[in-house]
């Protein structure tokens, strides 16, 4: 073939714009990180450097959504840029011993990737099912490897976690009837329990390795990593127990802040910073009633499980080299977004199904304003018949339905606490977040202005055009629980799940 027919196959493989170049993808993915957790989100005592210096490079977004409330339903949304509602994923997570699973049907970004020559990987905490055999493994739906725990670290007795000694202030337990938890490679259980103080090197180890192959094959390469950190309860490995001002939380932040550190560096060490997109974001709010070892939400209200902004609204920052200017944004975006907008940067085919994201590449790349006007909130316990709880058109956002919840607890606002039982607000509660933020003045109190009636029209129609278009596929997560589905490294052993115990591999040896 001559140039001129390979620049023809090019011009005519690539819309316009995206480069025969496909960036890297590195998705990093916080646990219960709050709005208000990072130094650059304004916490007082966080060390976050390596976050904080990545948001100086890169653009940092301040009306950022996740679209659930609690992990499992949120990580089905950032992976499928749908809804969980249409995949299934709700109300609530999935357990160890779950039938149900992110279904093989739905087309994830890893897949979406790997079509255009993407090779793929996953570390950490995947969460959207285990299954029979492994059926709703990351490996089966396009992640080429996977290192990680399938579903939440605090699902099993966190047998050598922190909270011990008992004096130690935990405020909570682990699943203690839960099998002993499992750290998987590809399929296979590589280590049982999980040894926490090594696990984090473990994880950052297989992604440098992961990226230095894919650059050594000169593949497109996408790693997802979804941190355990920093959720529940907290732990760290040896170089940062102890180092963070801002005790068992500070040091479980400061070691996910030093992965994306570890990460940066590697990128820049191999010289492919201008070819490489980072997206840093987190699954949803804090969980306060963990006191001084949860996240927080800064100026927002409430946190994990609520439709509140503090619920829902997260840290996130995309960093490019020499493509994305550096700044901050207020624009509207959502974890919804991101496949749709690596689809188009890597030149990559959208599935043909209902996507509720939208292509973010030119407000990235150019600096335009963002396609999406509208987010809606969707509760942990969906009720089909409720549907959304909360709707933001613009800057305005109506609460149609409101909650407290568990997660939330411990906070001085009795809003957030469980006490606050399911109430419908007609008409609903409406705030400006551009002029309050944390949503404390109800601009239809003690009446509804002239003004604002044809916006609460809009939104009341929206609400209405928003629930007829929206499909409910029947719930994953009530399929049910089959206790020997928990996995266990020893399958033959007794008594379960205690004998699920396996020598634990050192990190030097993997
Ligand atoms: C699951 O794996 C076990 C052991 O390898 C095998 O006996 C069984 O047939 C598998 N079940 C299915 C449904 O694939
Ligand atoms: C856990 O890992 C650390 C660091 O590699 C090691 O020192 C420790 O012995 C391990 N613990 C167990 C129970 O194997
Ligand atoms: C990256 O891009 C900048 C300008 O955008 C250029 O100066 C630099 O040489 C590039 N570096 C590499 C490694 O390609
Ligand atoms: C997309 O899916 C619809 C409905 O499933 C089908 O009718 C249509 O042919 C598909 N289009 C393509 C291009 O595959």
């Not at 709700?90 to 993407?118: M, Q």
Request: include cysteine; aromatic fraction near 10%.
């Amino acid at each position: 073939m001559g140039p001129w027919v390979l620049l023809l196959a090019g011009l005519l493989l690539c819309p316009a714009g995206v480069s025969t170049n496909p960036p890297n993808i590195i998705l990093i993915f916080a646990d219960d990180m709050g709005y208000g957790d990072l130094g650059v989100y304004g916490h007082p005592t966080s060390h976050t450097p390596n976050l904080d210096s990545m948001a100086a490079k890169g653009l940092r977004f301040t009306n950022f959504y996740t679209t659930g409330a609690v992990c499992s339903p949120s990580r089905a949304s950032l992976l499928t840029g749908r809804f969980q509602t249409r995949s299934g994923v709700y109300p609530g997570v999935f357990y160890p011993s779950s039938v149900g699973g992110l279904p093989l049907s739905e087309v994830t970004i890893a897949e979406v990737l790997h079509s255009r020559g993407y090779v793929t990987a996953m570390a950490g905490k995947w969460h959207l099912g285990l299954g029979l055999n492994g059926t709703f493994l990351p490996t089966r739906q396009g992640f080429q490897h996977f290192l990680g725990v399938p579903y939440s670290h605090d699902q099993g007795p966190c047998q050598n976690l922190i909270c011990f000694p008992p004096d130690t202030r935990c405020y909570g337990t682990c699943d203690l009837g839960e099998t002993l938890l499992p750290v998987f490679i590809d399929e296979q259980i590589l280590q049982q329990p999980v040894n926490f103080t090594e696990l984090v090197p473990i994880y950052e180890q297989f992604s440098k390795s992961f990226i230095q192959r894919a650059v050594e094959q000169n593949k497109p390469f996408f790693l997802y990593y979804a941190a355990h950190h920093t959720h529940y309860p907290q732990f760290a490995s040896a170089r940062y127990t102890g180092k963070s001002i801002r005790g068992k939380y500070g040091d479980a932040l400061l070691e996910f802040d030093g992965t994306v550190g570890d990460l940066l560096m590697a990128v820049w060490d191999l010289g492919i910073q201008n070819n490489t997109l980072f997206i840093f974001t987190s699954d949803n709010g804090p969980e306060t009633m963990r006191k001084e070892r949860g996240g927080a939400s800064g100026i927002l209200k409430c946190g994990k499980s609520t439709t509140y902004e503090g619920g829902l609204r997260e840290p996130a920052i995309m960093y490019w080299e020499g493509k994305i200017k550096p700044g901050v944004t207020s624009e509207l975006a959502s974890t919804l977004d991101i496949l749709p907008t690596v689809a188009a940067l890597a030149g990559a085919k959208l599935p043909n199904v209902t996507l509720d994201g939208y292509d973010l590449s030119k407000l990235l790349l150019k600096g335009d304003k963002s396609p999406r006007n509208t987010f809606y909130y969707y509760p942990p316990t969906i009720d089909p018949n409720r549907g959304i709880h909360a709707l933001r058109m613009g800057k305005y956002k109506a609460h149609f339905y409101t909650q407290g919840a568990f997660h939330s607890e411990t906070t001085p606002d009795p809003d957030c606490h469980i006490t606050a039982l399911l109430t419908e607000h007609n008409p609903p509660l409406l705030f400006d977040l551009d002029t309050d933020p944390a949503e404390n003045y109800n601009l239809l109190k003690p009446f509804i202005p002239k003004d604002l009636e044809p916006i609460l029209t809009e939104i009341l129609n929206e609400r209405d055009r928003f629930h007829q278009s929206m499909n409910y596929a029947p719930s994953e997560t009530n399929k049910g629980k089959d206790p020997s589905l928990r996995p266990c490294c020893n399958p033959e052993c007794t008594p379960k799940p205690s004998c699920c115990h396996c020598s634990v591999p050192s990190v030097n040896e993997l």
